[in-house]
């Protein structure tokens, strides 16, 4: 594979979280790689885009929702098949609007162990880290 096709794509990651603690999860809709699987929402910057606008872009996009301040928290590497992606994780409080299915996805408000299965492995560190930050102890998710 050529090193152009290796080059990151940057991708830009909403981890919104409600007053409960608990975090949100979208499955993958159909037509996309890893359809079904459940991640974060989200998708890929865009020229000219910071990650928060991109972010912010991406769930209107998919959601319906506009977000407040993003909270850059963590940033991840992926080494997919199908790309080599840059994952920014940012924090999410506030929001407004309604949650709309607009590409036709699922939503679940979660907390550990995550119950709805399967994972996107570019989702799996999340939870580590959710757990590290919530002394959560054993399995954060199933499979
Ligand atoms: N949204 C999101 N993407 C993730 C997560 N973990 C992870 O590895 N990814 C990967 C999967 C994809 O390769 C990439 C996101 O690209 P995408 O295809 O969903 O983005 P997009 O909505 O801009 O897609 P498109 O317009 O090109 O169809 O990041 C995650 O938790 N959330």
Not at 10 to 18: E, N, Q, R, S, T
């Amino acid at each position: 594979m050529s090193s152009t096709e290796r080059t990151p794509v940057d991708v830009a990651v909403g981890v919104l979280i409600d007053v409960n603690d608990r975090f949100l999860l979208t499955s993958r809709p159909e037509g996309k790689v890893y359809a079904g699987y459940w991640e974060f929402p989200g998708g890929k910057l865009e020229a000219g885009e910071t990650v928060e606008q991109a972010l912010r872009r991406e769930l209107i996009e998919e959601l319906g929702i506009t977000i407040g301040h993003a909270h850059p928290w963590k940033i991840e590497m992926m080494d997919y098949p199908h790309a080599l992606v840059r994952l920014h994780f940012c924090k999410v409080y506030e929001w407004e609007g309604e949650f709309q299915m607009r590409e036709q996805q699922t939503m679940a408000w979660q907390t550990l162990p995550v119950q709805v299965t399967p994972v996107l492995p570019g989702t799996v560190p999340v939870l580590q880290w959710f757990a590290s930050e919530r002394g959560f102890q054993g399995a954060t998710h199933q499979g």
